[in-house]
C-alpha cells in the first residue's frame, strides 16, 4: 500500500481490514465523487465496515508490515470469505490496452509523435499494473513495430 494513504492508515492503526470486490467501475466514480450512493455494512468477522454491493469480500487481519521505498508491503491472515456473485476483477491495463489499439490506428492522422508518445505513456502503466501480461506483451510489439 502507498505511503501516506487513507488506506494505510486505517489498515496500520486498526490493524484489520476489507478487500472488497467490485466489477463495475460507476463504483468507484461513487467512491470518489457521490459517496451517499456508497452502502456499507457490518463485517463478519473484523470491527470494519464492507461495501453491500460488492460481489465478494475478504476480511482479513494484518500479521506483518514491511516498509519499502514508497510503499509499506502488508501481510494478512484471512479470517474470512463471502462470495456474493462471480465476477471479472478489474485491471486498469485491460481498458488502457483497448486505448493503444485505437491510439495506433490514428498514427497517420495525429501530430508526428504523439500516438508513439501516448503509447509509451500507456506501456509504462501497463507494465506497473499488469507485468508479464499478454497486454504489456502486444504493446511493446506495437511500439517496436511504430519504430520505437
Known amino acids: ?42 463485517a463478519k468477522m473484523i470491527q470494519a465496515p464492507v461495501l453491500t454491493d460488492s460481489s465478494a469480500r475478504i476480511e482479513a487481519r494484518l500479521t506483518n508490515a514491511e516498509n519499502r ?26 481498458g488502457i490496452f483497448l486505448e493503444s489499439l485505437i491510439a495506433a490506428t490514428r498514427i497517420p492522422y495525429l501530430p508526428e509523435g504523439k500516438a508513439v508518445e501516448i503509447l509509451k505513456e500507456n506501456y509504462r502503466v501497463i507494465k506497473k499494473t499488469a507485468p508479464g501480461s499478454k497486454y504489456e506483451n502486444i504493446i511493446r510489439e506495437l511500439l517496436d513495430t511504430c519504430g520505437t
Open 1 to 42: 500500500m502507498y505511503k501516506g494513504s487513507n488506506t494505510l492508515r486505517n489498515v496500520l492503526a486498526h490493524k484489520e481490514f476489507a478487500l472488497n470486490s467490485v466489477s463495475d467501475p460507476i463504483a468507484f466514480y461513487h467512491a470518489l465523487y457521490e459517496r451517499e450512493k456508497i452502502h456499507f455494512d457490518r
Open 69 to 94: 521505498k514508497a510503499s509499506i508491503l502488508i501481510e494478512a491472515e484471512v479470517v474470512y470469505v463471502h462470495i456474493r456473485n462471480r465476477s471479472e476483477l478489474i485491471n486498469r491495463a485491460k
